[in-house]
């Protein structure tokens, strides 16, 4: 049976979830003075009952979860592929790349391999594999949370990590984006996991156009300490003017 302190917690859970459409655990167990482990149960009830999303770090309301990776890999494939050649072009022999997890890096990651000479530091358990299975490069592997849904670690672990790596040049996936053009993810963790991706290196979003209207609860930060963005076209004139007046390269592919 639960307990009418617990009905009225989750009655408030989804009044704020309802709100901001989302929440997260570290952010509901400060506001009602419980665990994390309690919200994380309190969450599970709910998305149990057809009231929210469980993502990595809190929770989001029904149908704002991001697809798993396997189902975003046939989204614009051509788009992402034009992203990663464009992208490949940038490395240089012998540098030192950071790849963030993702559908475009992904793309990105098979432009690469047969590269070698080079440093990999990723996130993503998909990407370090094929890099090790390709000799000649060395691969790094951020630790942390593994998030199933991306099939990349994330938190404490990967954001530590992060503090100790320094790249000639980083390639950071994408969400969606604010109206503002600030760059948007789907959990609090995620985002702060790439916002510090950002101050790694000479840091580019990998953009395809499907993200461009694309509304995400959670802002990344450092965006100011982004260089540019990797896109399959230009974006809307609005967006293009935020992501110029941040001083950013936009870079559309072809």
Known sequence: ?????????????????????????????????VSHETIRRDLK????????????????????MEPPIAERG?????????????????????????????????????ELIGRLGLTIC????????????????????????IDPNDEATFGLGASA????????????????????GGLTDYSAVAADTRGRMILAGRAYLLADRTKFMRRTPFRVPNMDKCSGAIVDRMPERELAAAWTGLGWDIIVAK
């Not at 704020?16 to 952010?27: D, F, I, K, N, Q």
């Not at 034009?82 to 992904?106: E, K, Q, Y």
Request: glycine share 12%.
């Open 1 to 33: 049976m639960v307990r009418p302190l617990a009905v009225r917690r989750h009655n408030e859970i989804v009044q704020r979830l309802r709100a901001s459409g989302s929440v997260s655990v570290s952010e509901l167990a400060a506001i009602f003075g």
């Open 45 to 64: 009830l709910l998305a149990d009952q057809g009231q929210l999303d469980v993502v990595h770090g809190g929770a989001a309301r029904r149908g704002m």
């Open 122 to 145: 990723t996130n993503s358990l998909n990407h370090a594999l094929m890099f090790a299975r390709a000799p000649g490069n060395r691969v790094f592997m951020l630790g942390g949370e």
């Open 74 to 110: 046939g989204e614009n494939v051509e788009g992402k592929a034009m992203i990663a050649r464009a992208a490949a072009r940038m490395v240089p022999d012998g540098a030192s790349v950071l790849i963030d997890s993702g559908t475009t890096t992904a793309a990105l990651t098979l």
């Open 161 to 180: 990590g992060m503090d100790a790596v320094r790249v000639d040049i980083a390639f950071i996936g994408v969400g969606g984006f604010a109206e503002d």
